[in-house]
């Protein structure tokens, strides 16, 4: 029904309401309501001048259509003329248009389709592939090809109205179409048929549909009154199905967009294969699978890898490996499967991927040999011709400049964290030198010590002659400057000597105000002789710990003081 509300106005200076009136409605001219006031329940309607009174009525406007027709809806104002003191009678009626929009049913033949046993979504990208199992009376030399497969559909309303049965189909003809293909024409008609094609031609129809109620949905299994129709020819090519559901639009409905759907139908047979190399109509579809390894890490394909060094094949990079200093040489795996949306069978053998990197290729597989049909495989060092791609970044293939493992103090080798105890014959009397800003200056007759240490870039890069290393003894500094540019994994013995004589070139370039060679004090003190390597963080290293060192004893002080032996044994043992 229809909820109208009016309003009576009182256009004169009398009061209305002396007597009870009548507003009637009328449907398309017809009758449709009387409305009163209810007098029983005390309901009046009075009107003073200049006032409006609203009313509601509940009118039945029937059985909505399909929205062909325009309704007229007319509400006439003391229709029976019970007042009789009214000055004006004219204006007494007003009408409305109406049509019912989206009230029609709406046919759909579902998501999908029954064909030889096998049910394919309508949306499927690849279509169905129908093989001689599936194809009833296929004979491998028949000329025509032609077979007879099982066909059933569901036919839904998804509309609000139901579907009538218009009548009943008289007949119909063949008629030849722009020369080329057949069509049914029907002859006076008023049933609702739905037909199926293959290829254009009409292969099966459906008639005298009963009624289909909204929101209903009913399988057909009756095509050509035996549930199957004719296929063909059974070729390598694609051929199209088309369900069409009232396909003479006798339902009176408005949308008919949906009524129609295609699908694309494939063959294959041995006697295909045996005709076209092992080919027939229906081929795999390959896709690179879910994931890709490289090193020893699985990610999945659109994701982020980060390499790192673990990854790397062969282990630590030779020295001179380019620009990077590493060779980034490193394992890859991939799976390759035929389960791609258009994989209808087994994926023929002949097929080659590619590996690109940014773009570039660095490797072209060998021939694949054949996939089957949702099969699955992983390859080593090959990439899928699909093109699925990941973003590689390499973690941590950084330089790390250490200091080795130790010192080497007048020719004995101490491990870092550990102490020498040193003895007057080891020591070297020398003149030390210093520099300040240019200027030199001696001392002579002073006791000084040689010591030397391994220089080893144990990172993935190359360090470049930017890192700054200091050595300092007792917290003072006594000699720095820059370190010589070192490839990954290569080592390099630096020595600094107490006699020098000469300011060095190399490998240190020294900067103002620092002492050439290490003076030393013959006290019974416990002295530190340090190594801070690459102290300015000029450069990003693997491992940011970078200063070593070892301790000192004198056994001229230890002895002066008149430590005991058992004293100084305690304390040269102590890391």
């Keep these: 029904g229809l909820q109208s509300a009016t309003s009576a106005t009182a256009d004169e200076i009398d009061r209305l309401g002396s007597s009870p009136w009548h507003n009637t409605f ?11 006031p209810d007098l029983a329940a005390g309901e009046q309607w009075i009107l003073e001048p200049g006032a409006s009174l609203t009313l509601e009525a509940y009118v039945d406007l029937g059985t909505p259509d399909a929205g062909e027709v325009t309704h007229v809806l007319e509400v006439r104002v003391d229709s029976m003329g019970s007042l009789e003191t009214e000055h004006e009678i004219s204006n007494n009626n007003a009408s409305v248009r109406i049509r019912f929009c989206g009230w029609d049913p709406k046919l759909d033949p579902g998501e999908g389709v029954s064909i030889a046993g096998h049910y394919v979504r309508w949306d499927a990208p690849g279509g169905i592939c129908l093989r001689e199992a599936d194809l009833a009376g296929y004979t491998a030399n028949d000329t025509s090809g032609l077979s007879t497969v099982t066909f059933e559909y569901v036919e839904r309303n998804n509309g609000t109205l139901v579907t009538q049965t218009y009548g009943k189909a008289q007949y119909g003809t063949w008629e030849w179409v722009l020369g080329s293909s057949f069509r049914w024409a029907w002859s006076g008609y008023y049933g609702w048929i739905n037909m199926v094609y293959f290829d254009g031609v009409p292969k099966g129809f459906s008639s005298f549909r009963p009624p289909l109620y909204p929101n209903e949905t009913r399988l057909v299994t009756d095509l050509n ?15 199209k199905l088309t369900l069409a559901l009232d396909d003479n639009e006798v339902v009176p409905w408005i949308l008919r967009d949906v009524t129609r759907e295609e699908l694309s139908v494939f063959f294959c047979t041995e006697e295909l294969r045996g005709r076209h190399n092992g080919h027939c109509g229906c081929q795999g ?10 090193g020893r890490q699985e990610v999945p394909w659109g994701g982020f890898v980060c390499l790192r060094r673990e990854d790397i094949q062969g282990g630590d990079p030779a020295p001179g490996a380019g620009d990077w200093g590493y060779d980034a040489t490193f394992d890859m795996k991939y799976w390759e499967t035929n389960d791609g949306p258009k994989a209808l069978d087994q994926m023929d053998e002949g097929w080659v991927n590619e590996v690109l990197w940014d773009g570039e290729r660095i490797h072209l597989s060998s021939l694949h040999e054949t996939l089957g049909y949702l099969q699955d495989r992983g390859t080593w060092a090959d990439h899928d011709n699909n093109e699925f791609s990941i973003t590689v970044g390499f973690c941590g293939l950084l330089p790390d400049l250490t200091a080795g493992d130790g010192i080497t103090v007048a020719g004995r080798f101490v491990p870092f964290g ?10 070297t009397v020398t003149t030390i030198k210093t520099y300040d800003r240019g200027e030199e200056k001696a001392f002579e007759d002073r006791y000084a010590l040689d010591f030397s240490y391994m220089e080893v870039n144990k990172g993935l890069a190359v360090l470049p002659n930017t890192t700054w290393t200091r050595h300092f003894y007792d917290h003072v500094a006594f000699a720095q400057g820059f370190v010589q540019a070192l490839e990954p994994g290569e080592e390099r013995e630096h020595t600094l000597e107490a006699h ?34 690459d102290d300015l963080h000029a450069e990003g290293e693997m491992n940011e710990v970078n200063k070593y060192d070892v301790w000192v004893y004198f056994e001229a002080g230890l002895r002066a003081e008149g430590a005991p032996k058992s004293l100084l044994l305690e304390i040269i043992a102590q890391p």
């Design 26 to 36: 009328y449907l398309d001219g017809r009758e449709v309501l009387v409305q009163t």
């Design 225 to 239: 009154g035996t549930g199957t129709f004719e296929v063909g020819p059974v070729d390598i090519y694609e051929h």
């Design 285 to 294: 579809d390959l896709r690179a699978g879910p994931r890709v390894r490289l």
């Design 418 to 427: 550990h102490s020498i105890c040193l003895s007057d014959e080891e020591l």
């Design 500 to 533: 020098w004589e000469a300011e060095p070139t190399a490998p240190y370039s020294y900067a103002w105000h620092v002492t050439q060679g290490l003076e030393v004090t013959r006290d019974a003190l416990k002295h530190r002789l340090a190594i801070w390597v």
